[in-house]
Each structure stands twice: as structure tokens, then as C-alpha cells.
């Protein structure tokens, strides 16, 4: 009894060392972040006025063009729909190839080298690419969505298929199945309704990433946003972000709804 007492006394301690150490570890990860920066709080203070001068521009807003900005969302809800959906398409055979569960192993390689290949390009860089192919306006938005999706679905599915139950794939593979049977009948029923949630929320984001493409003319309420800012139409600008913050919500309230049925099911 002595001897269980010291041992539990002694791996108490050595917990609490390690949370110490852990501790002090994220503090001095912090400290040299911050000291990277090189924030100036003098500047920071004396800027206030300056902030609040350019809020002020934007109120309030010029609701003359509200048909100007419902069009230009309806044509972000377009290419955010079909963005969404080519990059979903185009999500699944890499997220199956990228498992370490069902594929094998030189599948896997190549498949999460394609993953962080298209996530380190940034979707400014993306619509750049296709401005320049398709010219200004929705299509190389539309395009610049579905590449940039990828990298991010093929991500959520592959984590979706490698937390499916292990013994429905054991039996399949104990059966003679191949892979692709494998993922046919033992992981996409366990992985559809996450899935499905993945790429409501991937939907709601691509609405908001559009609306930056437009900074390089890839079409959507962010074309026009920058053009009004671009002009000093602060007004008109904030008419454009109040659309875009109401559609945004409306969206994430009604996909949050499917996602938890989908969830519960």
C-alpha cells in the first residue's frame, strides 16, 4: 500500500513538471511571436483617430444601389454553388486515396502531396490564374472556388474516412474485398452525413472567399466592393457588406440546421 501511495505521489509530481514545462514552453512561443511583430502600442494609440475618421465615411449607407448588390450576391451565390460543388467532386477520389485505411501507402503519398500542393497556393493566386485564362468576371471566380475547395475537402473527407470503424473494414478486406469496394460499402455510409455537413460549411465560406477574389476582378459582390472602395464610395461599400453579412447569416442559420440532422442521423 506504501509503495502504490509513492508511486501515485511521484507521477503526480511528474505531471505537474510536464504541465510546467508545457507552460512555459507556449509562453516563450508566444513571447518571440510577439517580439517578431514589433508592435508599437504608441502608434497603436495615436491611430485611433485615423480609424474612427474611415468608419465614419462608411455611414450610412447608400441604399440606392441595393439592386446593384442583390445582383452582384446572387452572382456570389452562383459561384460559391458551383465552386462548392466541382471542388467537392474533385475532393473524393483524393481524400480516398489519401487514407492510410483503405489506400495504399504510394496512394497516399501522392494523394496528400496534391492536398498541400493546393492548399499553399492562396485563392488570391488562384483567381489571378484564371483571370488571366477566362478574363474578368465569374468564371475564373467560379473556378478559383472549386481548385481552392480541394484543398480544403479533400482534407475534412479524408479525416472523416479515417475515424470510420475499423472492424466493418477489417471484415470487408478479410472478405476479398478491394479497396475501392472497401471504400464502397464500408466507409461511404459511415461518412456521407459528415460529409454532406463538410461541404454545407465549405459552401457558406466560399460565399465569403468570393467576395475577397474580387479584388483581382473575379467577379461577385467582391468585384464591386472594391470598386466602390477603390472610388472613395464608402457609402455604397457598406451597403454592399450589410447584403452580404445578412445573406452570410441567413445561410449559416439554415446550413447549421441541416448539418446537426445530417449528424443526428
Excluded at 486515396?97 to 500542393?117: D, E
Excluded at 473556378?143 to 472492424?167: D, H, M, N
Amino acid at each position: 500500500m506504501i509503495k502504490k501511495d509513492f508511486s501515485d505521489t511521484g507521477k503526480s509530481y511528474y505531471n505537474w513538471i510536464k504541465n510546467l514545462g508545457v507552460v512555459a514552453g507556449l509562453i516563450l512561443v508566444y513571447g518571440w511571436a510577439l517580439k517578431g511583430l514589433e508592435i508599437d502600442a504608441t502608434t497603436l494609440a495615436s491611430s485611433w483617430p485615423y480609424m474612427t475618421d474611415f468608419i465614419s465615411r462608411l455611414w450610412p449607407p447608400n441604399l440606392e444601389i441595393i439592386d446593384v448588390a442583390i445582383k452582384a450576391l446572387i452572382e456570389t451565390i452562383q459561384m460559391s454553388l458551383w465552386g462548392t460543388t466541382i471542388g467537392a467532386i474533385f475532393s473524393v477520389p483524393i481524400a480516398i486515396g489519401s487514407s492510410h485505411n483503405i489506400a495504399p501507402k504510394w496512394l497516399q503519398l501522392l494523394a496528400n502531396f496534391i492536398q498541400n500542393a493546393v492548399r499553399s497556393v492562396p485563392s488570391i493566386v488562384l483567381g489571378l490564374l484564371f483571370v488571366s485564362a477566362t478574363g474578368l468576371g465569374a468564371p475564373a471566380g467560379t473556378l478559383a472556388l472549386g481548385i481552392y475547395t480541394i484543398g480544403y475537402l479533400a482534407k475534412f473527407y479524408q479525416e472523416a474516412i479515417e475515424s470510420v470503424e475499423v472492424r466493418s473494414i477489417e471484415s470487408l478486406q478479410v472478405g476479398g474485398a478491394s479497396w475501392l469496394q472497401v471504400a464502397q460499402y464500408g466507409v461511404f455510409p459511415q461518412v456521407l452525413p459528415l460529409a454532406l455537413g463538410y461541404t454545407l460549411w465549405m459552401f457558406e465560406y466560399n460565399i465569403r472567399a468570393a467576395s475577397v477574389l474580387g479584388v483581382v476582378g473575379a467577379g461577385g459582390i467582391g468585384f464591386e466592393l472594391v470598386n466602390y472602395i477603390r472610388a472613395f464610395e464608402y457609402n455604397k461599400a457598406t451597403t454592399m457588406m450589410l447584403v452580404l453579412l445578412v445573406v452570410v447569416t441567413v445561410i449559416d442559420l439554415i446550413s447549421s440546421k441541416w448539418r446537426q440532422r445530417l449528424e443526428a442521423k
